[in-house]
């Protein structure tokens, strides 16, 4: 079964500076997504950024960036220029492209942006 | 992407009763599912639900207790049922918005007491 870790229960960050979130996760698998989802405290789950197996690119979104590491299962998310909006939970979590379209989550991280 | 609206945003119910969510989405989604957040943790996947076929449920989860309706593409209920203070959580909607891309509803959080 596919398993999402995120070893960093809790980050924090000064406003303005550079915070990377770790995730790894367990796969048999060669084609997949991963995904990373911001949950604020109005509980709303936002995609913050997704990345295709297939391709080695790293996928980038304004502040957002990831390093995908395809042999070593590892999707860390780099968070440039912190904001004090970016203060919420983070979530990891990993689908399958093929059979279920379910997504398996990591257990999350909080980071706190400090002012 | 879709947009989903989900009600109630939250509820105090008494144990042994049942609380039914529902979850309205903008556009036509093949599958939707529903996840419990226990208060400070990780979505955990209660089941998918498909239009027109029983909605398919993941381990530790079972219909009696949260049974799911999906009547159309744009429609699904998930229904707690004798709820027990142990329910006490944050419930999401979820449906495919997109190439590989998922959005969710804004939750439910139900308190028993």
């Known amino acids: 079964a596919q398993t999402v870790t995120q070893s960093q229960p809790e980050m924090s960050v000064q406003e303005a500076e550079t915070v990377t979130l770790s995730c790894t996760y367990d796969?048999?698998?060669?084609?997949?997504?991963l995904f990373w989802y911001k949950q604020p405290p109005s509980r709303q789950m936002i995609l913050v950024i997704r990345?295709?197996?297939?391709?080695?690119q790293n996928a980038t979104e304004n502040r957002f960036s990831v390093n995908f590491q395809k042999a070593a299962k590892s999707f860390s998310l780099k968070i440039s220029d912190s904001q004090l909006g970016d203060a919420a939970m983070y979530f990891c979590?990993?689908?399958?492209?093929?059979?279920?379209?379910?997504?398996?989550f990591g257990k999350g991280t909080k980071l706190t942006v400090n002012p | 992407s879709a947009v989903i609206s989900q009600k109630p945003s939250r509820d105090i119910c008494q144990r042994g009763t049942s609380l039914t969510i529902q979850c309205q989405v903008d556009?036509?989604?093949?599958?939707m599912f529903w996840y419990r957040q226990q208060p400070g943790q990780s979505l955990t996947l209660i089941a998918t639900?498909?239009?027109?076929?029983?909605?398919?449920?993941e381990s530790g989860f079972v219909i009696d207790k949260f049974p799911i309706s999906r009547p159309n593409l744009t429609f699904s209920t998930l229904t707690v049922s004798n709820m027990s203070p142990e329910d006490s959580s944050i419930y999401l909607c979820?449906?495919?918005?997109?190439?590989?891309?998922?959005?969710f509803g804004s939750g439910t959080r139900l308190t028993v007491v």
């Open positions: 979820s449906a495919r918005g997109g190439p590989g891309g998922y959005t």
């Open positions: 796969t048999s698998e060669s084609d997949y997504y």
């Open positions: 990345q295709e197996a297939y391709k080695q």
């Open positions: 979590a990993y689908r399958y492209q093929g059979g279920s379209e379910k997504l398996v």
């Open positions: 556009s036509q989604v093949t599958m």
């Open positions: 639900a498909n239009q027109g076929s029983e909605a398919t449920y």
